[in-house]
């Protein structure tokens, strides 16, 4: 299934006007099954579904290693798509005490959970992680915008992007939801072998509670939105031991938890020279 359509427009700009094609994203109703029940429905936008399907299990905690998914196949609907995911008798068990089986929106990383020990989740401190300079910081987010064709054409994508710790871009996921962009790129991630330990997570979106629980469930010790985080992700930041910077945005950043893994070269040599 195509990522986005076009849809005939009415526009008008400085008071002229034109008809003419927009691109428009799609989105999809994505329908997950485990050992062929039911459990979500999400909204996102039909592409890179396995490493969406692995990097959901994963962050979810539905499987605990990426070898536990078993089988996974994509089985097109005249609504959607449902992908289906075999995994072990022991972690369907688990699965079915905590069952959400409600529809989840692009906007709702928590839709469905039935109590307050499902949604307030306290993953393992982050070990040591890895450090950054500001100037690679800055490295990244000037090549963001090239590496997000999608929100190009449509300006309606989220996305989340794995960085090396000299600042290239490595792997990058667009979605219409910022918690499937997220989950695609942890799936990516795996999938591919990248070392978790050695780059950090940059997302266009705000860093809300469920994106930082997300990062911590897989290892990542450094997290860089565009945004604002929530005060709720920033305390979680804190207590995961995870860098939480927010409003990243050209050579400014606020860092809200755990400074020591940024270093700013750029305060070193201007120290230095005074």
């Not at 999608?150 to 792997?171: E, F, K, P, Q, R």
């Amino acid at each position: 299934m195509q990522s986005y359509t076009l849809h005939p427009v009415d526009r008008w700009r400085e008071k002229q006007h034109d008809t003419l094609s927009d691109t428009i994203a799609e989105e999809t109703p994505i329908a997950f099954f485990y050992n062929g029940s039911p459990y979500v429905v999400m909204l996102a936008t039909p592409q890179d579904l396995a490493d969406f399907a692995l990097g959901f299990s994963l962050s979810e905690r539905i499987i605990y290693q990426a070898e536990e998914l078993k089988d996974l196949y994509l089985l097109p609907q005249t609504d959607g798509i449902e992908i289906h995911v075999e995994i072990p008798q022991a972690r369907y068990a688990e699965l079915t005490d905590k069952q959400r089986n409600l529809t989840a929106n692009t906007s709702c990383g928590l839709c469905g959970t039935k109590t307050l020990l499902q949604v307030i989740r306290h993953p393992a401190p982050i070990g040591i992680g890895c450090t950054i300079t500001d100037t690679n910081l800055q490295i990244a987010l000037n090549q963001l915008k090239q590496h997000q064709p999608l929100n190009l054409l449509t300006g309606a994508i989220h996305a989340a992007a794995w960085v090396s710790v000299t600042g290239d871009i490595l792997l990058l996921k667009e979605d219409v939801g910022r918690h499937n962009a997220l989950d695609k790129l942890i799936g990516a991630i795996i999938k591919n072998q990248i070392d978790i330990n050695q780059g950090f997570l940059l997302i266009t979106s705000r860093a809300s509670y469920e994106m930082v629980q997300k990062a911590a469930m897989v290892g990542m010790s450094i997290i860089v939105a565009i945004s604002a985080p929530t005060a709720l992700a920033v305390r979680l930041a804190e207590e995961s031991q995870i860098t939480l910077i927010g409003f990243a945005r050209g050579t400014n950043h606020i860092i809200y938890t755990h400074a020591q893994r940024l270093i700013h070269t750029t305060t070193e040599e201007n120290y230095a020279n005074g």
